[in-house]
C-alpha cells in the first residue's frame, strides 16, 4: 500500500506564510502526479494546486500567485509554499498522489490532511 503523510501544517496570521510538505512511501514504481485539496468546515472539497509528471502546474484562482507546488522526485515528496495567507485559506490539507503500483495498476493515494488556520 501508498501512504501519504503531510506536514507543516499550523497557525499563521493573515499576510504570513506557511510551507506544507507530503512525503509518499510504499509501493512505488512512479508517481505520475501531485495534487493539494482543502476542506473548510462545511465546505465541499476544492483542489488548490496541481503538478503533474512533466512538472507542469495549475491552481486554483484563489491561490494563483501566492501559493508554489512543488516536488522533489527524488524524496517522493511534494510541497506547498503558501504566502499572503488569508482567513478564507483555513481548512484542512490534503495532499493527493496518483502512484503507479504495478506494470498496469494505479493508485489514488490520499494522506490525512493536516491543519492550516489563518486568523489574527
Known amino acids: 500500500q501508498v501512504q501519504l503523510v503531510e506536514s507543516g501544517g499550523g497557525l499563521v496570521q493573515p499576510g504570513g506564510s506557511l510551507i506544507l510538505s507530503c512525503a509518499a512511501s510504499?509501493?512505488?514504481?512512479?508517481?505520475?502526479?501531485m495534487d493539494w485539496y482543502r476542506q473548510a468546515p462545511g465546505k465541499q472539497r476544492e483542489l488548490v494546486a496541481h503538478?503533474?509528471?512533466?512538472?507542469?502546474?495549475t491552481y486554483a484562482d484563489s491561490v494563483k500567485a501566492r501559493f508554489t507546488i512543488s516536488r522533489d522526485n527524488a524524496k517522493n515528496t511534494v510541497y506547498l509554499q503558501m504566502n499572503s495567507l488569508k482567513p478564507e485559506d483555513t481548512a484542512v490539507y490534503y495532499c493527493?498522489?496518483?502512484?503507479?503500483?504495478?506494470?498496469?495498476?494505479?493508485?489514488?493515494?490520499w494522506g490525512q490532511g493536516t491543519q492550516v488556520t489563518v486568523s489574527s
Open positions: 493527493n498522489a496518483l502512484v503507479r503500483v504495478g506494470p498496469s495498476a494505479n493508485f489514488d493515494s
Open positions: 510504499g509501493r512505488i514504481f512512479s508517481i505520475l502526479s
Open positions: 503538478i503533474s509528471s512533466d512538472d507542469s502546474t
